[in-house]
């Protein structure tokens, strides 16, 4: 509790925690006392060698003690008294490990300090056999560039190597021997290396004995593995093999892996234990013979190390030229031996079966003596390896690959039946022993000639590959215990018969028996605990020497890399400790394994073999929960009475004083309780090492220590019942054949699901107890505790697990459940009862499962009352204090939470019980519970008849009405109920409204009116929140009165037609779907929108399937009652798009179409106004594909005289030659009525035709113009398309015309009867020369786009144009806003910086009252152009950016013809007038156009505001200068286009005057144009430098008025473009004045040219258009003033340009 924040209410003294007490063995010598100079030190952790140890105290210091032989300062014989690590001083240790002969201290920081005997390198330093002090050891990982220092969290120690755990939980190794797991020939090791075989894996423990190491290894998820489990992990050979002979198919797994073998050695010598010691329960047995404990059953069978094999003991990884010493110092040789020979036996690698068939076949065996005078044989010599045959040398069973095996085995017998299981019969007892054991007769003992005896070891893999030829019967396969898994061992070559004529039927029939799915009873990987807790999944993987078994893998043979101990797989591993030659893992059931050395009784068990790993025998009920292995006995701490634990002792143990070893030693029998130690306190760590043993305890302080214990002892017995209940109910009931077909599928299902949840639940609070382990032997922070970190975890867990029971309750399940029950037990239902703790014989069997799987509920209120227990140990204003006692609140209110879902859950059953038949069956589900039900007549229906049944029943998630034979059910979620108070009605009524219908329920007192109105308001309350009722832990909780009248949930309507069969899912407003919400029909229709009152209202999403077309149409945009109504897109399955506006459902509106694709057979695109789903109004048509038979026009005629054209005549009036057949297009620009051209209108065409005039029915008809590329013009009478017929004037590009009537069609062939007219050859007919005024028959452009501002007008909630409340419209705008901003704020194009800006500036609505000054109109210029027209949301902005559109789409591509550009400045200007008329709308204040505003008390600085007005007192409002500059730059492109088309004749003239001009000097230009001398520019300035202009200067003169001229084609608006004009000519006056050195007053004459000049050098390519763009929208009020002269002078510069003379 030190360094807490909030301790307990007395502080700890130094000698209340961290006490270390220090025993030798058991006995005399077994009591446990303080070591002398500790004094208060709080020791945090010891490890403990041979003859010395290390402890770790608080604050990180490290002191050593014992034997300390590696320091030149201390005798090898002399005991040292504690000793301060002076090296280590400071370093902020955090744990400490200790070998046989030597130490290492992990720091805070993860380095590794190593010191003691280094002769095999253990402490990674070269060249030293000692290390006296701590010196650092550098662990880089070489893999990194540059190579990344590793950080160590964990270290090993054995007696000639050293183990390392990183961070990155990686195995790395130093030292020498076979132990340290790496693939290398040189041994020692001293620099660290990586341990390769467990890369990729999640290390959680090391641990090292003398010789061999252990690893606690996660167990790889199913994702995980490795692929090619089939194959060997070490040689990558295939395990399984399969083949074809005659009539059967032969499966075998004989595959020899060579990387285990052991290897001879004539240098080798053997030693054993004392072989006189009394009473040793397996010294008397051979490893290869498995019996009982019985020391009279074969005495004469020597020491268990010598029969099996003695080529077993040589050692892989020793350094070279060393022999291997014997087990122990005090082991003599084997009397076996007395002539020092070694005994070569073949190794048996093999998995031991039954211990009782061993025993019989040996009774059979014709002469025991006859084997045992063969073993002690002076030497049998074996001239060759004998041929391993099936007799002989079977395969023994391999672990490597089971369930591939197993998968295979069974695959082949549901195929072959009856004929597989009979082959397994047939395998005779003395078969399967005869598989594992050879007869007498081929146990060959072979021995090496004395000249091998100078050989060295073959360590190097592919030396090992090479002998696997000569030695096939070796295997590494670590081999399972016969008896937990026989299944699999038992036969593993199996011969099985090919016909499938032979199966059975019988069998076949089984096979076709309904059985239940299969369920994993451990939990999948994923869950949320596995990130917090550790992992139960765990495999231990051993490797090094293993002559004593201590590897664990069924053999004595060493292994050279780590391998899995397959047994120990599904054990649930969570602690492993390495003895000298034995090892101990502890599992998460508190159960100990051990194997290895048993000379002593070490492994705390008498069994044989002790190669595999056997449960120790630890007394019944005591749960060992930290083990600690010494040199040759093991200590287990486990729970004791009043939850102080006990130490349990196995091994060697003292009958005398030391001194006297010879006669000093005997051993245990079983794991024997070290009664004094429980005076020591809590204890809470063991540690062994040598004959040692050392522990750490607690005193109790405040209850705080004892409450610690006791939640992890209450929590370790509440796993070991949950593991019980799993294993001895769970397993056997879903291993039942027949289970599915007597349960049913449903309670099939629900059994499974409950087991799932069981399992899971298992397995958390087996993680709980792993946590609370490392809990207890850590600093014991409260504040660490996984139940304060994590309780959400635990409380969901035994929630659902209650929510699974519960469901398994209400369809009866365990009365089901108990016929099976009852026969898996054979009528004996004693586990039963002692599981479920009832001590009734006489209670049922399904009472008993019942009470059983209730019982972890239970537990909840043992969390509660523990942690309140802790609580009261701290301050009641610390954190600690309030995050107990909030856990435990939540632990007692869920405990009472589950306990009524459980009464609720058998109430429901007995109501199915009660009340069977069809109608209540089909309301029976699982996860329905009963809540209340009318059976009373306690609720009754409205009005309904004397005679009419009208039962209600109220579950959990619905409200059923049932009515004799037919029954409603009205979902929780979508039902709402209220008090009824009503003149006609009971003051007792209830209103119930659900989404289709309502009703008035009537309670026969107020008792049940309120009854019901809560159970129904709580129920939906429920229902809707998916959370239990469970009680508030805080203070001041509220419970809510009734559900939320607004709510989100799910219906599938059965009533109303519109809506039949349709699912809603989304919000609802008393009974109604109302806000977000999405509907599904049956045939695949959805709407995913707005709601409001029950219909569709709002911005949604329509999508309708088409199934001849196999798509859909989809419809996005705004909704009004249940119709589309607004703006929105529709794309149809045809592939037409529609976007624009809607109204009832129809196309209404200005909207746009598009038909088609520029690939497809008829493209076309329509913009325009919309009436009743058909084109009304103007609108522009664009047809791409369409194409005018236009063609030469034939001869004209007269009635009684024919022109003859001359071969002049066809060149003035030919039209635009156009290929047959080709591909063209025409826009209509024009009236629409009913889907037809109807009105005034204008069509263009591809090739330049032109026409404009009146049409009917979708054709031209009546009076017209027609005009031709080449300008050739029909104005006249049409009938169709193209048509001519009737009265017209025909005119040639020359001037000549016809004037007569026609008929025929343009392009085709044209007759004429009129009069043919040469004005130019007649003056007197010179007057009828006419011009054509285009443009006169066109729709005026205040018709134009109406439908476009009714739409904005609309917007503002005008009903007409500026009818309407101003107030009410900006209400309107900020409303408009708001919703654009939900719909679009997901849009890219709605995220940016820029555009959130300004969004919020709109927030602000400009105040504009009183007279408008400069400034209100500066407010009001830059709300428009800055906010209002910058962005689509803003009703202003939306109009700007449809207008553009409509204009692009109208003078684009077809539309491009330049005699449409009066058409399309006048459609500008029409702009500008509607678009001031709504802004003046929305600032009434604003005067209207050509109106005065006053500046003389807003004049700018340098009169910038006056430049532009003659009267420099007043500003003039127009709508040019107020809304151009926002319009005309978006509208610019297309119109600057219609410009350049319009003057390009004149434009290319003037262009080619400007490039000839250009070629001159400036002088001579300036003389050519007629400018003064005195306007010559003597020197100039280039680039800072002053230069005199020479004769053959060029472009030099006026440059910054020439640069500042260029600029014109850069800006959009006229007033921009006068600024420029204006700022040239001052350029050009400043360098007048600074040539003059006087002042200057300009006159035209001498201005013009200069100007000329200017105008000349700035080569401006379309400058006609600039200009003509200036004429037509430049704002009347300036054209008068400085700047309308100036641009005045520029226009006559351009005309002058084109009629300039050259020469």
């Known amino acids: 509790m030190a360094g807490q924040d909030s301790s307990p209410k007395e502080e700890e003294s130094p000698q209340e925690r961290g006490i270390l007490q220090v025993w030798m063995g058991y006995g005399i010598s077994g009591i446990p006392e303080q070591l002398p100079g500790l004094g208060g030190k709080v020791v945090l952790q010891a490890a403990l060698g041979t003859e010395h140890g290390v402890l770790l105290t608080e604050g990180g210091d490290v002191y050593s003690f014992g034997r300390f032989p590696w320091r030149p300062d201390c005798e090898a014989s002399q005991w040292a008294v504690l000793t301060l690590e002076q090296a280590l001083a400071g370093l902020q240790v955090v744990s400490v490990a200790a070998g046989s002969h030597h130490s290492g201290a992990v720091t805070e920081d993860g380095a590794v300090y190593m010191w003691g005997e280094n002769s095999s390198c253990q402490c990674a330093v070269q060249g030293q056999s000692q290390v006296p002090t701590p010196t650092l050891v550098t662990i880089s990982d070489p893999e990194t560039s540059p190579p990344e220092l590793t950080r160590t969290v964990q270290l090993a120690c054995g007696e000639q190597h050293t183990l390392a755990l990183s961070s990155r939980r990686e195995v790395w190794a130093w030292g020498s021997g076979c132990q340290l797991g790496l693939v290398t020939t040189t041994f020692p090791v001293a620099k660290p290396q990586k341990l390769e075989h467990l890369a990729g894996r999640v290390v959680m423990q090391i641990a090292c004995g003398a010789h061999h190491s252990l690893a606690l290894v996660q167990r790889p998820w199913p994702h995980e593995k490795r692929q090619n489990s089939e194959k060997c992990h070490h040689c990558h050979q295939l395990l ?32 054993s234990p004392n072989p006189n010691l009394q009473g040793s329960p397996s010294e008397s047995l051979p490893h290869n013979h498995v019996m009982e404990a019985r020391s009279t059953e074969l005495p004469h069978l020597g020491q268990p190390e010598h029969f099996p094999n003695t080529a077993d003991n040589t050692e892989l990884a020793q350094r070279p030229g060393k022999a291997e010493e014997g087990d122990s110092p005090d082991s003599p040789s084997s009397p076996l031996e007395p002539s020092g020979a070694v005994n070569k036996v073949r190794p048996r690698s093999s998995q031991y079966p039954d211990e009782e068939a061993v025993k019989e076949y040996l009774r059979k065996l014709s002469d025991i003596s006859q084997l045992d ?52 019969e047939a395998l005779s007892l003395r078969k399967v022993v005869n598989y594992y054991y050879p007869s007498p007769s081929t146990v060959v003992t072979c021995t090496s000639s004395p000249a091998s005896g100078g050989m060295h070891h073959k360590e190097t893999r592919e030396e090992l590959m090479r002998m696997e030829e000569s030695m096939p019967d070796k295997k590494s396969f670590s081999l399972q215990d016969i008896r937990e898994q026989g299944s699999e061992g038992m036969c593993r070559r199996l011969s099985l018969p090919g016909l499938l004529s032979q199966v059975s039927p019988r069998l076949l029939r089984k096979a076709r028996r309904a059985r239940i799915s299969s369920v994993s009873l451990t939990p999948t990987p994923g869950g949320e605990a596995d990130a917090y807790l550790p992992s139960l999944q765990t495999e231990l993987w051993s490797w090094g020497r293993g002559k004593e078994g201590q590897l664990g893998h069924g053999d004595v043979l060493p292994r050279l890399q780590p391998l899995c101990i397959k047994s120990l797989s599904s054990k649930e591993v969570v602690q492993v400790a390495a003895g000298a030659y034995h090892s101990l893992a502890l599992t998460a059931r508190s159960q100990v394994y051990s194997w290895g050395r048993n000379t002593y009784g070490q492994l705390g068990h008498a069994e044989s073999p002790t190669v595999m790993p056997r449960l120790a025998k630890i007394p019944e009920g005591v749960r060992v929960w930290d083990v600690a292995a010494g040199q040759e006995h093991s200590l287990f701490l486990a729970d004791g009475e009043f939850f102080q634990p006990n130490v349990y002792y196995s091994g060697q143990q003292v009958l005398q004083e030391a001194g006297n070893t010879d006669r000093g030693h005997t051993y245990t029998q079983q794991p024997v309780l070290h009664s004094v130690c429980s005076k020591l306190g809590y204890i809470n760590s063991l540690f062994a090492g040598g004959r040692m043993c050392l522990a750490l305890a607690d005193r109790n302080i405040m209850g705080y220590i004892a409450s610690l214990h006791e939640l992890a002892s209450s929590e370790r017995r509440f796993h070991c019942k949950l593991s019980d209940v799993k294993n001895q109910i769970l397993k056997p009931l879903l291993g039942l054949d027949n289970l ?82 009852v026969e898996i037990f054979n009528r004996n239902l004693h586990t039963l009862q002692q599981l479920s703790e009832l001590t009734d014989e006489s209670v049922p069997a399904a009472d008993l499962l019942h009470t059983l799987f209730y019982i972890p509920i239970r537990h909840l209120h043992d969390y509660a009352r523990v942690l309140l227990k802790l609580a009261t140990c701290f301050e009641v204003v610390s954190k600690e204090y309030h995050k107990l006692q909030e856990v435990s609140c939540r632990c007692e209110a869920l405990g009472l939470y589950l306990k009524k879902k459980q009464k609720e859950a058998e109430y429901t059953y007995n109501f199915w019980k009660t009340f ?14 009963l809540i209340c039900e009318s059976s009373n007549r306690g609720l009754t229906l409205q009005h309904a008849g004397r005679f009419s049944i009208n039962w209600f029943i109220l579950f959990n998630d619905a409200l059923v009405h049932a009515q004799f034979s037919t029954h409603h059910i009205f979902p929780l979620v979508t039902l709402w109920v209220e008090p009824h108070f009503d003149e006609n009605s009971s ?9 289709e219908d309502q009703f008035i329920l009537t309670a026969a007192s107020p008792q049940e009116k309120t009854k019901w109105l809560r159970a129904i308001n709580q129920a939906v309350d429920q229902a809707l929140s998916g959370a239990p009722d469970i009680l508030a832990s805080g203070p001041g909780s509220v419970t809510r009165a009734e559900p939320p009248i607004s709510r989100t949930a799910t219906y599938t309507f059965y009533k109303e037609p519109r809506l039949k069969e349709a699912t809603y899912e989304g919000r609802w407003l008393a009974g109604k779907p109302h806000g977000k919400g999405m509907l599904r029909w049956p045939d695949g229709r959805t709407y995913s929108g707005d709601f409001k009152n029950g219909l569709e209202d709002g911005y949604g999403e329509y999508i309708i399937p088409s199934k001849a077309l196999k798509k859909n149409d989809h419809y996005q945009g705004h909704w009004k009652e249940g119709k589309m109504h607004g703006h929105g897109i529709y794309k149809y399955a045809t592939g037409e798009v529609y976007e624009g506006c809607f109204q009832d459902n129809m196309r209404h509106g200005h909207g746009l179409l598009r038909s088609g694709k520029l690939t497809s057979s008829c493209p076309s695109m329509f913009i325009g106004q919309w009436a009743q789903d058909k084109k009304m109004g103007y609108g522009v048509f664009d047809d791409i594909t369409r194409t005018p038979a236009i063609t030469r026009p034939p001869p004209a005629r007269r009635v009684g005289w024919s022109w003859p054209w001359t071969s002049q005549a066809p060149s003035s009036v030919q039209l635009r030659d156009q290929p047959e057949g080709g591909t063209g297009g025409e826009k209509y620009m024009g009236m629409w009525l009913d889907d037809v051209r109807h009105g005034n209108g204008v069509v263009v065409t591809q090739f330049g035709l032109y026409y404009e005039g009146a049409f009917s029915n979708n054709k031209m008809v009546g009076y017209g113009i027609l005009l031709s590329e080449d300008d050739t013009s029909f104005e006249g009478e049409f009938s169709d398309d193209w048509i001519l017929n009737g009265k017209g004037i025909l005119t040639m590009l020359n001037g000549d015309y016809f004037e007569g009537t026609f008929s025929g069609e343009w392009g085709a062939g044209i007759k004429v009867a009129g009069t043919y007219f040469k004005p130019n050859l007649y003056e007197c007919d010179r007057e009828k020369a006419r011009m054509l005024k285009l443009g006169k028959l066109a729709v005026h452009p205040d018709e134009k786009w109406k439908a476009v501002f009714d739409e904005c007008w609309s917007q503002l909630g005008c009903e007409s144009p500026g009818q309407g409340d101003v107030p009410r419209a900006w209400d309107n705008i900020a409303v408009c806003l708001t919703t654009s901003r939900r719909q679009h704020k997901d849009s890219p194009d709605f995220r940016s910086r820029s555009h959130a800006q300004t969004l919020e500036s709109l927030e602000i609505i400009p105040q504009i009252d009183g007279p408008i000054t400069l400034d209100k109109y500066e407010t009001i210029r830059k709300y428009l152009i800055k906010q209002a027209c910058d962005t689509p949301l803003h009703p202003l902005g939306n109009l700007l950016e449809t207008l553009v559109a409509v204009y692009r789409m109208t003078y684009v591509g077809v539309g491009a013809n330049r005699r449409l550009l009066q058409q399309a400045v006048n459609e500008i200007k029409s702009y500008l007038t509607r678009i001031f008329q709504l802004v003046r709308f929305l600032f009434p204040d604003l005067p209207d156009g050509g109106s005065l505003i006053p500046v003389a008390h807003s004049r700018k600085e340098g009169g910038s505001a006056e430049r532009d007005f003659p009267d420099h007192g007043s500003k003039v409002i127009t709508s040019c200068g107020l809304l151009l500059p926002v319009l005309l730059p978006r509208l610019y492109p297309p119109l600057f286009t219609l410009y350049a088309l319009d003057n390009e004749r004149e434009e290319d003239i003037y262009w080619e005057c400007v490039l000839r001009l250009n070629k001159q000097p400036d002088l001579s230009l300036l003389g050519f144009l007629g400018v003064q001398q005195k306007f010559w520019p003597v020197f100039v300035s280039i680039q800072g430098e002053k230069k005199k202009v020479q004769s053959f200067t060029k472009e030099v003169c006026y440059d910054s008025a020439i640069e500042n001229l260029q600029q014109i084609s850069t800006t959009f608006t006229p007033a921009d473009k006068l600024n420029v004009i204006q700022q040239t000519f001052e350029e050009i006056t400043q360098e007048v004045l600074t040539m003059l050195q006087e002042d200057f007053l300009w006159s035209m004459d001498d201005l013009f040219p200069v100007f000329l000049y200017v105008v000349l050098r700035a080569r401006i390519r379309n400058l006609g258009s600039e200009v003509h763009l200036i004429e037509d929208l430049m704002d009347p009020s300036v054209q008068h003033g400085e700047q309308g002269i100036m641009f005045t002078t520029l226009k006559a510069c351009y005309y002058q340009i084109q009629h300039e003379k050259l020469t």
């Open 740 to 821: 599915a077909s007597t349960l049913g599928p449903t309670s099939s299902q629900l059994l499974q699901d409950t087991a799932s949840k069981f399992s899971k639940l298992c397995y958390l609070i087996g993680q709980h107890c792993v946590t609370l382990n490392m809990f207890l032997h850590s600093s014991k922070d409260v504040k660490t505790l996984a139940m304060m970190e994590h309780s959400n975890i635990f409380l969901d867990t035994f929630k659902e697990y209650s929510s699974s029971v519960g469901n398994f309750v209400v369809v009866g399940g365990f009365q089901a459940l108990a016929k099976p029950t």
């Open 373 to 424: 005078s063969s073993l002690k044989s002076a030497h049998l010599v074996c001239p060759q390896p004998l041929p391993a045959s099936e007799d002989t040398y079977p395969a023994s069973p391999s672990s490597a690959a089971p369930s591939t095996f197993n998968t295979l085995v069974v695959s082949c017998a549901s195929v072959v039946g009856e004929r597989v299981a009979a082959t397994y």
């Open 987 to 995: 003051p007792n009524a209830l209103k119930i409204t659900t989404a």
């Open 916 to 929: 069977p038949g069809k109608m209540t069956d089909s309301l029976r589900k699982p996860e329905r519970r």
């Open 240 to 271: 399984l093999t399969m083949m074809d002979k005659e009539d059967h198919v032969i499966i075998s797994d004989s595959h020899y892996c060579p990387l285990g073998m052991v290897l001879s050695d004539s240098e080798h010598k053997h030693s």
